[in-house]
């Protein structure tokens, strides 16, 4: 057991060979500081195969943070009195992304609590969301993530004309009763649904787990499984940070390992997907770890003085500008890693579209 077992499984998972869920487990729950680096050192591996040194970066555009819904983990709940919120006007996103693709992103992010603006005011709000799309995507030319929560179907559609490649919407548990203890008075089937019919329309999808809330490792097990038969082509994993003013702020902060371990695990189940390393939970100190567990994509860069705020920790690191292509450029450089090229990243994704169209075809 221990060192060979381990060594046996991370074998395994380098010849691309199924793992069963007790492996799964296993990998998740080394706690063992030589045998997790192992698992980083197989999974930095696993990388380094599928995509070189080469990382892409994320611009993040939180333009509104309304939300007509209450999950309790979250800032931006609408019963929360703590944030000051702000809804930005398309000029305004418009310029803060033009300064983001200036500075070297290779996505732009548009990010929303569930405006009822947008989302519960008619055909006018959502002509409203498309625009913002059809603007970003003239201004910048830039690959977009709309990240708006759940939305209509025929909305999705057209959201995806206006130029939006990728559909962020996360689960963050596939345990049904899970789920609705944290996102409340949510159908844990709608959201599923609208990420599988996402896909059926040619948007790439991201998939997301929140962790430290409550999960157990099966339960992790059972996420990750869920994951692959979603087929998602990025997937992501966030610590929970506990915040102010909303239930579980008295919880204690919860320490990375879990997140590590999964970031490390995803990048053997999913070799060839894309893993975000968020500077949204640790700010840029958290960066190296995670990049080290496997991770092939910075997010949640944000231009200091646009205003703009993160999902999980607010202001951390924005006003001083490490939230930035440059500030983060010497943590890539440590873990011997560089930007890829634009050209690069939309490759990526064109070549996904296609093996994911394939794909189908042979279901058909
Ligand atoms: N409102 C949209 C939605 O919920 O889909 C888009 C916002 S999305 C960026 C919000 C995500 O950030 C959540 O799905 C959750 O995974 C993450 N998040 C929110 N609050 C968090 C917290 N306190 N700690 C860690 N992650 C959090
Ligand atoms: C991030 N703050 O990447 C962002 C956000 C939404 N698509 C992403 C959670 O960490
Ligand atoms: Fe609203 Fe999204 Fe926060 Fe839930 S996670 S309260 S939907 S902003």
């Known amino acids: 057991?221990?060192?060979?077992?381990?060594?046996?499984?991370?074998?395994?998972?380098?010849?691309?060979?199924?793992?069963?869920?007790a492996e799964i487990l296993h990998l998740l729950q080394l706690s063992d500081s030589v045998l997790r680096q192992q698992l980083f050192a197989?999974?930095?591996?696993?990388?380094?195969?599928?995509?070189?040194?080469?990382?892409?970066?994320?611009g993040f555009v939180y333009f509104s943070t309304y939300c007509r819904n209450n999950c309790v983990f979250c800032y931006y709940r609408k019963t929360n009195s703590e944030p000051a919120r702000y809804r930005k006007s398309i000029g305004e996103i418009v310029e803060i992304a033009s300064s983001l693709?200036?500075?070297?992103?290779?996505?732009?992010?548009?990010?929303?609590?569930?405006?009822?603006?947008?989302?519960?005011?008619?055909?006018?709000?959502?002509?409203?969301?498309?625009?913002?799309?059809?603007?970003?995507?003239?201004?910048?030319?830039?690959?977009?993530?709309?990240?708006?929560?759940?939305?209509?179907?025929?909305?999705?559609?057209?959201?995806?004309?206006?130029?939006?490649?990728?559909?962020?919407?996360?689960?963050?548990?596939?345990?049904?009763?899970?789920?609705?203890?944290l996102r409340l008075q949510q159908s844990y089937d709608e959201r599923w649904s609208a990420k599988v019919f996402a896909k059926t329309i040619g948007l790439l999808v991201e998939e997301g787990l929140l962790v430290g809330v409550g999960n157990s490792d099966r339960d992790t097990v059972h996420s990750l499984l869920e994951m692959k038969k979603l087929g998602a082509e990025q997937v992501r994993t966030m610590t929970f940070v506990p915040q102010?003013?909303?239930?579980?702020?008295?919880?204690?902060?919860?320490?990375?390992?879990?997140?590590?371990?999964i970031i490390a695990v995803m990048r053997l189940l999913f070799p060839d997907r894309l893993i975000p390393?968020?500077?949204?939970v640790e700010g840029v100190a958290g960066l190296k770890e995670r990049l080290n567990a496997g991770a092939n994509v910075v997010t949640s860069i944000i231009p200091p003085e646009s205003g703009l705020m993160g999902v999980s920790q607010s202001t951390l690191d924005i006003s001083?500008?490490?939230?930035?292509?440059?500030?983060?450029?010497?943590?890539?450089?440590?873990?011997?890693?560089?930007?890829?090229?634009?050209?690069?990243?939309k490759s990526w994704l064109n070549e996904r579209l296609g093996a994911d169209a394939r794909g189908a075809a042979l279901c058909e």
């Not at 057991?1 to 869920?21: D, F, P, Q, Y």
């Open 277 to 280: 390393a968020s500077l949204d």
């Open 244 to 261: 102010k003013g909303t239930p579980l702020y008295g919880s204690k902060t919860n320490e990375n390992v879990q997140e590590i371990n």
């Open 320 to 345: 001083e500008g490490y939230r930035t292509v440059k500030g983060v450029m010497p943590i890539l450089k440590e873990c011997s890693l560089m930007p890829a090229t634009s050209e690069e990243y």
């Open 42 to 58: 197989t999974a930095r591996l696993q990388r380094q195969r599928y995509f070189g040194n080469k990382v892409f970066m994320y």
């Open 101 to 181: 693709a200036e500075s070297g992103v290779h996505l732009i992010d548009l990010t929303m609590g569930e405006d009822p603006k947008f989302l519960a005011n008619g055909p006018v709000g959502y002509r409203e969301l498309i625009n913002i799309v059809k603007e970003v995507k003239k201004a910048t030319n830039l690959p977009i993530m709309i990240s708006p929560g759940l939305v209509p179907k025929d909305v999705l559609q057209e959201l995806k004309v206006a130029g939006a490649d990728w559909y962020a919407c996360y689960q963050e548990t596939h345990s049904r009763n899970l789920f609705h203890s």
């Open 1 to 21: 057991m221990g060192m060979i077992h381990t060594t046996a499984i991370l074998n395994k998972a380098l010849n691309r060979v199924i793992l069963s869920e």
